[in-house]
């Protein structure tokens, strides 16, 4: 069972861990980006109830949702070239990010689709008729009216999913990906400190994580501005408004 | 002038309006009344296109519509030559009460920025909220969304405003504050049709009172002629469901 534990090692694999810190989280934000895409394709056919995609996007969500992670990586990794074989692409030489991007970004976008759906369905119906009343096309009510609000009611869900994708991410090494998961993989085999490793490594995914959940949480408060805070009443926009002030005159003395 | 022609709408089986035809003149203050379900805010709902009528014409100033062939053109149209006042507000509540205004001129009517923001505030003062410009609907009572309302509507310059029973969802207390806005903007010449269960609102304001039940118009005229003598049954029954006399003497 590798060797004495020696928090040296620790230490050490630290800063070697995270210089590969940058393609974990690469990996996350592009296949977010792109699941925000998927996810609003996969959506839109549920929210306006179109016929037959309305049925396909339902079961690309259920797949997604019934098979493991690990399973549609491989799927992936092995089954896609193979189809693109089939049309004459050649994807062999391709990079494995891509495929583990590719991977993550359609697996996030049915829970994403979900979430949007959910945010856009709990925007009252009622805006949506304001909207229209005071003559907005669809389009404009939707951008203009809908999304923004649903964008505040889905944050909390966003942001699990982000922060699950993150953790996500570190099946990747399966493929032989190199972001974090699969440098300690190669770091622990090496040394056979593999206690140590694992605790940078989850020290590593731990601070990331509560960084996001920080970051999340103060957007959906500025999102929520224009709803009153239980726990802060009223007194919150006074503050904001003080703290400008006195930005604002320290700014003016050049100080 | 508004004149509503054949108007027919069902859900369903159920019908909720039956043919109605409706003349407004210009400048006057029609209210509807009617025992719930009576079709009175559908048919209100139907003149904004925020319900489509299975049947029947518009014709708003020199504006026409069937409403059969209506395209999404047409509807647009339509939808600028008036606006709503909706029971519950409907104020998006991620705006400010001065961006709520501003909307609709800036995004449907296209006015540059401080022409909308002078108008809208302009109107914002009209309906007393001056002090509010600033104010998020949650930051706001019931009164002073409603009477927000009425400030968008208003600021939109319509040729009609469409009241859905405007303090029904209000505390008794503040109902006064929002009925005595729209008998200000009433008295300045702004057609207005109003669906209400304010009797006395109904008594003061009204030029034109109109009895619905069962999706039909069982009568109208002069509030004088509809509240002192009522002509059929089922307006003398609501009425005395409404406001019944007392039925005892001290």
């Known amino acids: 069972m590798g060797r004495k534990f020696d928090i040296h090692y620790l230490l050490d694999f630290l800063p070697k861990l995270l210089s590969y810190l940058h393609i974990t989280l690469f990996i996350v934000a592009a296949s977010i980006l792109l699941g925000l895409v998927v996810g609003f394709i996969i959506a839109l056919p549920r929210l306006y109830k179109i016929p037959v995609l309305q049925r396909a996007s339902q079961v690309y969500v259920s797949f997604f949702r019934g098979t493991p992670i690990l399973i549609q990586l491989f799927l992936i990794y092995y089954g896609l070239p193979e189809l693109l074989k089939l049309v004459h692409i050649d994807v062999s030489r391709a990079n494995v990010l891509v495929f583990v991007i590719l991977a993550y970004a359609l697996h996030s976008g049915a829970f994403i689709s979900e979430a949007i759906r959910a945010a856009v369905n709990g925007v009252d119906r009622g805006q949506v008729e304001a909207a229209y009343a005071i003559g907005m096309s669809g389009y404009q009510a939707f951008t203009r009216i809908v999304l923004p609000q649903a964008l505040a009611i889905s944050i909390p869900i966003l942001a699990n999913l982000v922060i699950g994708n993150l953790k996500d991410t570190s099946l990747a090494f399966t493929l032989g990906a190199m972001e974090m998961t699969g440098k300690s993989q190669t770091l622990a085999s090496a040394t056979q400190h593999f206690i140590e490793t694992y605790i940078a490594l989850s020290l590593i995914y731990f601070v990331i994580s509560t960084i996001l959940e920080r970051t999340f949480h103060y957007l959906e408060r500025r999102l929520l501005r224009h709803e009153k805070q239980v726990a802060e009443p009223a007194v919150r926009y006074g503050k904001r408004r003080l703290w400008k002030r006195t930005l604002i005159t320290r700014l003016e003395k050049g100080g | ?250």
């Open chain 2, 1 to 250: 002038m508004i004149e509503l022609k054949q108007i027919s709408k069902s859900f369903g089986k159920n019908q909720v309006l039956q043919s109605i035809d409706l003349t407004v003149e210009k400048g006057e203050v029609v209210v509807i009344l009617g025992p719930s379900g009576s079709g009175k805010t559908t048919l209100l709902r139907c003149i904004n296109y925020l319900e489509k009528p299975d049947n029947g014409q518009i014709r708003i100033g020199d504006f026409k519509l069937d409403f059969k062939t209506a395209g999404k053109k047409d509807i647009h149209n339509l939808r600028q030559r008036s606006a709503m006042v909706f029971q519950h507000y409907n104020l998006f509540k991620h705006k400010t009460a001065l961006e709520n205004v501003m909307e609709g001129l800036l995004i449907v009517q296209k006015l540059p920025k401080d022409e909308a923001r002078r108008r809208s505030t302009q109107m914002l003062e009209k309906v007393g909220l001056a002090a509010k410009l600033d104010a998020y609907p949650s930051e706001l009572s019931g009164g002073q969304q409603q009477r927000v309302g009425i400030a968008r509507a208003l600021a939109l310059n319509p040729e009609v405003i469409l009241f859905d029973e405007p303090t029904s969802a209000l505390d008794p207390e503040l109902v006064g504050e929002v009925l005595d806005v729209i008998r200000k903007i009433a008295g300045e010449g702004i057609t207005m049709i109003v669906v209400t269960h304010e009797m006395g609102f109904a008594r003061d304001v009204a030029n034109h009172v109109v009895f619905m039940d069962g999706g039909v118009i069982v009568e109208e005229g002069k509030p004088s002629e509809l509240f002192g003598k009522p002509k059929e049954e089922r307006t003398k029954q609501f009425l005395k469901r409404i406001a019944p006399e007392p039925s005892y003497s001290i």
